[in-house]
């Protein structure tokens, strides 16, 4: 049999089924049958359905320029259906010539699909990825939002066009001007009548990009042209423009002619430049930082050891924060106490005197009356100490030279510390004046000496410096409560014993000494703080044991000086008189006192134990009140507030203050103005009286 006769034998037995179906293999298992009869009509079923999704997907995409290659994948995924298809068919009916000829279609498109896909590879993996393309449109888009910005700006370009702003001109091929617009009136300075017939390029000077031969036959060839020029105006000034030529190319009766549109660029230019230049300075800014960046490594290292730095800093400062802490509840304290003392001593003081005043036939009740009268004077000293410490104590500061207050009490400390111990100074003659209460300075330098003087027993050098300093930030930084700027410091150095860190740490405590029992009050240094800090500055000590000490004193410098006159004295007169003086004090013991030794010379007093009750008193009181007497600090209304409060109705009404402390709105921070009356308790009978005829008559 040749090869025909079995081809024909071939197709002809193509339908036979006289084979086993597949059923026998499965032994008729209904359920293996079953599985894959389902299978395989499953795979049919979506195989036929993705020719029908690529036929949906041409017709969709036209634009699509390889549907061949979709043709050959859908023939391909038919064949495959078809061969699942006849999976199910051989079940029961064994047509395996049919089921071998499908086979083999599907395996030739199979080839013949590969086969087309080869050429295509490189430009299918060219395709962008979904990121890609995401990344694609969002560019798209970007680029068509600018060009849509730059349609706008077309739009209004066209706009400005018809308006005829820009040059518009007509010039023969020779350079002749034929037409000339408004708007090159307006952008050259000729008028159309002097420019008409010029040579263009003569009037303009025109200065071209290029060779005007080139430009010329360019124009010629192509019809436009178009570039940068720059013209000269009338008045010698130049410009840029961007020049659009049109040829209107002529015929046998007229000669060829050029439209020209010069469109004022100068400022456009000029913005170009700039934008070069920043661009310039941006790469060589970009340079400069990757630079920087390069040392990181070495300014992270640094960093690292300034934090270290700072952090120990903070702790210094912690610690200085504590003991100013410490140091203001010890003043409050201290101060509350000389403060209700004093109302003590005054009450026994005054009292004393009233004694002395009658007995004084009885010298033996004198002679008592005599050493009360020193101890309370022993105990207000005392007082007045703790109220220097606390900075409740009354000031009366002026404008003073720190060398003049070094050189009044240069003999006195001289005698002070005695011929085994030298005494130097060295004073700025340019110091720099400062606000402070004088007789204050005289007691900061004495206690300093002295203490300097008692911690060198075997003798040794006492140095007082002054000079103009200016502490900056980093210092104000490194030392709780300093302000930067000028200040004038007062440095009082000796070649003592020195002191340890923990005796540095409370020196300036309140009854705080190293010195033997008996020998010390402890203090003298604390007075030393509060006085400064009363008068805005601050005060440091440096010390190592067996290596002296300094104290380093600064406060605030002022730019004008003024003398150290002392301040004027009414002349008192006599202490007696017949004025209405209201008397307000809320410690009843120091009112009594008080009405007491004002009655005794004459006055007439109306007292009261609170400002609300003097208020009351005041008004029911038909005459005129001429002096009011009243304590700084009490409940309710305060000293001042009630002189503020009674100064209507008693406009012709003078006011004397008396406190342990001035701590209040008219006497601010401890420091006395200028036009308060004041006096200090505990005081004496004599000066109570003559300081209300001062006020009185002043």
Known sequence: MDEGEAMVEFFQG?????????????????QVLWLNVISDGLISICYYAIPILLFLFFRKRKDLTFRWVFVAFAVFILACGTTHAMGVWTVWHGTYRLEGLIKAVTAASSLATAILLIPLLPSLLNLPNPVALQQLNRELQAEMDKRHKMADVV????????????????????????????????MYGWSREEAVGQKLHDLLKTDLPEARDRVERQLQVSGRWEGELIHTRRDGTTLAVASRWALRRGNDQSQPEVMQINIDITEQRQSREALREVNQQLERRVSERTAALQQTATSLERSNSELQQQMERGKRLEDQLLQAQKMEAVGRLAGGVAHDFNNLLTVISGYNRMVLDEVGDLPNVAGYAGEIQNAADRAASLTNQLLAFSRRQIVQPRIIDIND??????????????EDIDFATSLDPALASVHADPSHIDQVIMNLVVNARDAMPQGGKITVETSNVELDQDYAGAHVGIVPGPYVQLAISDTGVGMSDATKQRIFEPFFTTKELGKGTGLGLSIVYGIVKESGGHVL????????????????????????EPKKRLDPGTLRGSEVILLVEDEASVRKLACALVSRQGYKVLESGNGNDAVQMSRDHPDSIHLL?????????????????LAASHPEMKVLYMSGYADNAIVRHGMLGPNVAFIQKPFMADDLCRKIREVLEG
């Open 14 to 30: 193509l339908l036979s089924g006289n084979f086993m179906p597949h059923g026998t293999c499965y032994l008729w298992d209904p």
């Open 155 to 186: 739009e209004r370009q066209a706009s400005l066009m018809e308006l005829a702003h820009d040059g518009i001109l007509v010039r023969s091929m020779d350079g002749t001007i034929l037409f000339w617009n408004r708007g090159a009136e307006e």
């Open 405 to 418: 207050v070094v050189r009044s009490t240069e003999k006195l400390l001289q005698r002070v510390i005695g």
């Open 541 to 564: 000590v440096y010390s190592q044991e067996g290596r002296g000490t300094t104290f380093k004193i600064y406060l605030p410098a002022i730019a004008r000086a003024s003398g150290m």
């Open 629 to 645: 007497l009243t304590d700084v600090v009490m409940p309710g209304l305060s000293g001042p507030d009630l002189a503020e409060k």
